[in-house]
Every structure is written in C-alpha cells, then in structure tokens.
C-alpha cells in the first residue's frame, strides 16, 4: 500500500507570495492532519480535516489554511509568506480522526523556503 | 506554552546499551501517549503509543513507560543499536479534549558503534 504522498518536495518562494501544498493520503484513510516542523518549535499542529470538514485547528494565524477534497487530498495555503514560513510541512493521515487515539503516519513534508 | 516537553535535545548511547528518552507533560487532560522516530529529510514513523490506563507498553526492543503522577513518560531502548539513530519526538493527545496531537521538541539519538 502506497504511504502518504507530498507535492513538492522542495519549495522556495519570495516574501509576499502565496503557496498552496498537496497531500495524498494513504488509501482509506479519511483523516489528514498537517504539522510545522521549525528547529526550535519542534512539530506543531497547523489543523486537522475529516471527511471534508476541519475537526481541529492549531494556533497558527489566518493566514494558514486548507481543505480537503472527497477523495481525502488535502491542501495547505499559505497567503502573504513571512521570513519565519520557512519550515518542514508534514502531513499525516490515519484512518479515523485522532481524537480516538488513530495512529497517524507521516508523508516525507515539504521543505519551504521563503526569502 | 510547551505543554509538551523533551528537555534533552540529544543523547548519545553506546551500541548494545539502553537508551532512555524522557518526555514531561503538563496537561492532565492527556491521556494517550506516542513516540516517533524520524531520520532526515523523511516524515515521522510511529514506534509505539501508550493509554492512560496502562503505565507500560511493551513492543520488541522498545518499551515506553507512563507515570501519570509525575506527568512522565519514557521510551527505553534495549539493546541500542546503529540504526536507531535519529529524532524521536513524543506527542500526547486528549481524547476526550482538544484531541488533537501536541508534540515535543524532539531529542536526537546517537548510537555509538
């Protein structure tokens, strides 16, 4: 079974500009969460989608965002880019939502570079 | 806030001893526990998670212990081997709260051969 897939890998954008990042998650798996990976924030929790709809959210300015589609992709948007955008973005699916305790497996993230 | 924390940025541990990682929450609305290992440029790979209502799970070479009173888990490894070398996060959940994962700040491991 394939895992969980993220486009691009590599990313490098300007201040000011937007991003929108993809997740494919893996097969029958309805929820999909997407974290900030930074050296010295360590994960932190952007938001979490399940069937279409947005169950948790981070605490992450507006400018974060995402949807999922009905087949479980899920983007991430990022408007307005700021210096400190630059990080891991990892997504993780699982079967259910994790607030049941679901084992979430991680994609290999996108690497962001804003300058 | 750090609700979760892993105060050792990194250890290194001789090849066949135990490697213990240590991890302290403050939220006691926690009640499910995970560790994750991660090598470079690849997402985090589930190792092994724990319920509030048990203070030990056990998994091969792996086991990771849950003391609710003082808000402490760990993960032993025994016997260390190369291969475990790399940055193993722990993150907790509230089930019955906000649910979603809150993760530490990570801690890398070297295995000395």
């Known amino acids: 079974k394939a895992g969980v897939t993220q486009t691009p890998r590599y990313l490098i954008k300007t201040r000011g500009q937007q991003v929108t990042l993809s997740c494919s998650p893996i097969?029958?798996?309805?929820?999909v969460s997407w974290y900030q990976q930074t050296p010295g924030q360590g994960l932190q929790f952007l938001f979490e989608y399940f069937s279409e709809t947005q169950r948790n959210k981070g605490n992450f300015p507006g400018r974060f965002s995402g949807r999922q589609f009905s087949n479980s992709r899920s983007e991430m948007n990022v408007s307005t880019l700021e210096l400190g955008d630059s990080a891991l973005y990892l997504c993780a699916s699982s079967l259910s939502w994790t607030g049941i305790g679901e084992t979430q497996y991680f994609g290999p993230g996108t690497r962001l570079l804003v300058l | 806030d750090q609700q979760v924390k892993q105060n050792s940025p990194s250890l290194s541990v001789q090849e066949g001893r135990i490697s213990i990682l240590n991890c302290d929450y403050t939220?006691?609305?926690?009640?499910?526990f995970l560790w994750y290992k991660k090598y470079p440029a690849e997402g985090p790979t589930f190792l092994i998670s724990i319920s509030s209502i048990k203070d030990k799970n056990e998994d091969g070479r792996f086991t990771v212990f849950l003391n609710k009173s003082a808000k402490h888990l760990s993960l032993h490894i025994v016997p260390s081997q190369p291969g475990d070398s790399a940055v193993y996060f722990c993150?907790?959940?509230?089930?019955?709260?906000?649910?979603?994962?809150?993760f530490g700040t990570g801690t890398r491991l070297t295995i000395i051969p």
């Open positions: 993150a907790a959940s509230a089930v019955r709260g906000n649910e979603k994962l809150t």
């Open positions: 939220n006691s609305m926690f009640d499910y």
């Open positions: 097969s029958g798996h309805r929820s």
